[in-house]
Each structure stands twice: as C-alpha cells, then as structure tokens.
C-alpha cells in the first residue's frame, strides 16, 4: 500500500514523499483439528474474530474448499462433504478483508474411513405393486453412490444415498400405463436392479402438428393462425398454457374417432410463438412443445417432376430453407416480394430427390416436400 500525507483543506496538496507500507496477513488459525464425520471431512479450530469486519476462514480438502464464520468466541467449524475413503491433504486460512492479505495456510492429512458396502435393495414400490404414473422410489445402497431410477424405460431421476446409504427418488414418471419395468441403478457401483410394477390408467394422446404464423395457399392468399391437432383415448380433454403463464387454458377434446384439433385464425392468439406446456385434464404430467412456422408453399417445380441438375423453386410463404435430403444440403430462399420467395437449388445428381422446404430449417412436422427425378441427360 503506498501513502502520503497531505494538508487538509481544499486542493489536499501533497506534502510529504510516498512511502510504501506492508500490510501483514492475517493471523494463522490454530488449534485446528481435522476429523473423519462419514464420507465427509469436519474442520475445526480457531483464528482471529473482529466484531466490525466479521471475518472467516477458509477450508480446502482435495480440490474441494468451504467459507465460514468465525464465532464470537475465536472457533470456526467446517464440514467439507462428499469426500471419498482415503487419506487427503487439507488446508485452512484466515480470509483476509480489504487489502489486508489472506494469511499462510496450516496444512495437514485426514484419514477418511471407506464406505460400507451397501448392496443395492429398492424398498418401494414393492414388486407388482399398483401405482400412479407419478411415484416415489426409496431404498439403500453403497453411502454418498448416485442412484438412478426410470419407468417403461422413460425419462430418468436420480438421487444420491445418504451417509447411512438411504435414497429417495420423488417423482419418477411413466409414459405407459399397465406392467412395466421399473429400472434401478447405481451409477457407481454399476449395480441394477429391475422389477415389475403396476401402472395405473391414464390418458393417452399425441400431437402431429403445433403451429402458429402467417400460413399461404397456393394462390398466395394468407392468414395468420393457431393450429394443433393429433390423437388421444376417445373423449380425452387437453389443455395448455404458454411457458411464462401458470394458468391452464382449454386446448381440444377427442372425438369418438380419437381425433382433437384447435383452431383458432382470430386474435387475440393463445398458442403463439415459443414453447407451451400440454396436458391431459387430470393428469398432472406435462409435455412441452414449440410451435412451428406454417410450412411454406412450393408452386414450382411440381411433386413428380422431371428437371435438370439445378432447379430453380418459387412459392409463397415468409422464407424457405430448402433441404436436399439424401445428402442434407440446404439452400436458403430471396425475397420476390412481400409474400413471394425463390431459390436455386443445385447441382442434383441424376436420380430421384426429395427436397424438404422449412421456414426456420428445424420444423418437425411444417414441412413441405416435393419429389424430383433429375435426367441424367440433362446435363
């Protein structure tokens, strides 16, 4: 730190040379005792407290550090978790405050025990027992391994044993309903364990189609519309909401044939851009889809046709990104005018080609394709 002094008064003139101070670091801790808690490391010990600064020391073991207080009364004491079996070199420091530097580290070892060796044992759900499509999972295994758990082979939930080897999953959830399998594993001792289970009825459905835009004809007229559509059990009602809302709003139900379509081509628009949560009523597990830009309109060429090795496509829409599908090429279209579009796209080898025209290039189910054969004469 360099200082000088000055008259005090306006101006502050400097009136003396500058003269470099060293600040010393902090006091050392002491008394500091390292211990085994079970898979974890506790640090205690003392170091200097000041009551206007409220300073704290800092504990490393491994490549694993914690910050805490210093009491009143001079002691500190740290629990550093999740450390294996072994022996491991710690270190602890007074944390320094202001320009005032940390100060030197007392450093030592601490032995910690190896885990028992728990083998992996599901609890609950018991085998072939009736559960709802949302269950709990509990059971034991090797202390602080990471469990991993997952119904009709879906989506997966995990959990990390405790030091006594106890776990508990919350919510796993199943896409099927009936027998399926309940898989368990222990991502660190590569145990697995799989049993039966009873799933409880449950709405089923699907959606084909999310769409929200500007959507063209093929005489170039557009309209700006909110469209879903797909299949569920006969009479399943759905709903849906945007992804910064709370609130559920009606969506479709199924007819008879199991078929549900929404609608809607009049502001104000509640499917819009961005990704929506959909449900089933009465079923409190949702899945999320994006809408997708109305798939652009292809006037030329026509599905079927034959046409050299370069093409050059026209058709309506706000965009299209063409894709050559056996090759995954990809040929972005120029505006004509406001609602118009062209692009060439090229060179084909002779053969057949699909070519999928998108607005954003990643629409799953807005997609327009048409077949080409190009004549390998046509050169």
């Not at 009606?250 to 851009?273: K, V």
């Given at each position: 730190?360099?200082l000088?002094?000055?008259?005090?008064?306006?101006g502050?003139?400097?009136v003396?040379d500058?003269?470099e101070?060293?600040?010393?670091?902090?006091p050392?801790p002491?008394?500091?005792?390292?211990s085994d808690?079970s898979l974890?490391?506790?640090?205690?010990?003392?170091?200097l407290?000041s009551s206007?600064?409220?300073?704290?020391?800092?504990?490393?073991v491994?490549?694993?550090?914690?910050?805490g207080?210093?009491?009143?009364?001079g002691?500190?004491?740290l629990i550093?978790?999740?450390?294996?079996g072994?022996?491991?070199?710690y270190?602890?420091?007074?944390?320094?405050?202001y320009?005032?530097?940390?100060?030197?580290?007392?450093?030592g070892?601490?032995t910690?025990?190896?885990?028992?060796?728990?083998?992996l044992?599901v609890?609950f759900?018991?085998?072939?027992?009736p559960i709802g499509r949302?269950?709990?999972?509990t059971?034991?295994?090797?202390?602080?391994?990471?469990?991993?758990?997952?119904?009709?082979e879906?989506?997966?939930a995990?959990?990390?044993?405790?030091?006594?080897?106890?776990?508990?999953?919350?919510?796993?959830?199943?896409?099927?309903?009936?027998?399926?399998s309940?898989r368990?594993?222990?991502?660190?001792?590569d145990?697995?364990?799989?049993?039966?289970?009873?799933?409880?009825?449950f709405?089923?459905w699907?959606?084909?189609?999310?769409?929200?835009?500007?959507a063209?004809n093929?005489?170039?007229e557009?309209?700006r519309?909110?469209l879903?559509?797909?299949?569920a059990?006969?009479?399943t009602a759905?709903?849906?909401?945007?992804?910064?809302?709370?609130?559920?709003?009606?969506?479709?139900?199924?007819?008879?044939q199991?078929?549900w379509?929404?609608?809607?081509?009049?502001?104000?628009?509640?499917?819009i851009?961005g990704p929506?949560?959909?449900?089933?009523?009465?079923?409190?597990?949702?899945?999320s889809?994006?809408?997708?830009?109305?798939a652009p309109?292809?006037?030329?060429?026509l599905?079927g046709q034959?046409?050299?090795?370069?093409?050059?496509?026209?058709?309506?829409?706000?965009?299209?990104?063409?894709?050559?599908?056996?090759d995954?090429?990809?040929?972005r279209?120029?505006?004509?005018?406001a609602k118009?579009?062209?692009?060439?796209?090229?060179?084909?080898s002779?053969?057949?080609?699909?070519?999928?025209?998108?607005?954003m290039?990643t629409?799953?189910?807005e997609v327009?394709?048409?077949?080409?054969y190009v004549?390998?004469?046509?050169?």
């Amino acid at each position: 730190m360099k200082l000088y002094a000055t008259w005090s008064g306006q101006g502050n003139p400097r009136v003396s040379d500058i003269v470099e101070v060293v600040i010393p670091a902090m006091p050392q801790p002491y008394d500091v005792i390292a211990s085994d808690a079970s898979l974890k490391v506790r640090i205690q010990g003392r170091a200097l407290y000041s009551s206007g600064v409220g300073n704290s020391v800092k504990a490393t073991v491994g490549t694993q550090s914690v910050e805490g207080r210093v009491k009143a009364d001079g002691r500190f004491d740290l629990i550093i978790p999740n450390v294996p079996g072994g022996t491991h070199n710690y270190s602890v420091v007074t944390k320094g405050y202001y320009d005032v530097p940390d100060s030197a580290a007392v450093r030592g070892t601490v032995t910690v025990g190896s885990p028992p060796n728990v083998p992996l044992m599901v609890i609950f759900p018991e085998v072939n027992r009736p559960i709802g499509r949302i269950t709990k999972v509990t059971g034991v295994a090797t202390p602080n391994s990471s469990i991993q758990a997952s119904l009709a082979e879906g989506s997966t939930a995990s959990a990390t044993a405790n030091a006594a080897g106890h776990w508990q999953i919350d919510k796993v959830v199943s896409d099927l309903a009936g027998e399926v399998s309940l898989r368990i594993e222990n991502l660190s001792t590569d145990e697995v364990e799989i049993r039966p289970v009873v799933v409880a009825p449950f709405p089923q459905w699907t959606v084909t189609q999310f769409t929200f835009g500007n959507a063209f004809n093929q005489e170039g007229e557009s309209k700006r519309v909110s469209l879903a559509r797909g299949t569920a059990d006969p009479y399943t009602a759905l709903e849906f909401r945007r992804a910064a809302q709370t609130d559920y709003l009606p969506l479709a139900t199924a007819d008879e044939q199991g078929a549900w379509q929404y609608e809607n081509s009049n502001p104000p628009f509640d499917l819009i851009q961005g990704p929506h949560f959909v449900r089933a009523i009465g079923d409190d597990v949702s899945r999320s889809f994006t809408s997708e830009q109305p798939a652009p309109v292809i006037t030329s060429p026509l599905d079927g046709q034959q046409v050299a090795t370069t093409v050059t496509f026209t058709g309506f829409g706000v965009q299209a990104i063409l894709t050559v599908e056996s090759d995954g090429r990809q040929f972005r279209s120029t505006r004509v005018d406001a609602k118009s579009w062209r692009a060439e796209v090229g060179p084909l080898s002779p053969g057949v080609h699909t070519i999928a025209g998108r607005v954003m290039g990643t629409e799953v189910w807005e997609v327009t394709r048409v077949n080409l054969y190009v004549d390998d004469t046509e050169q």
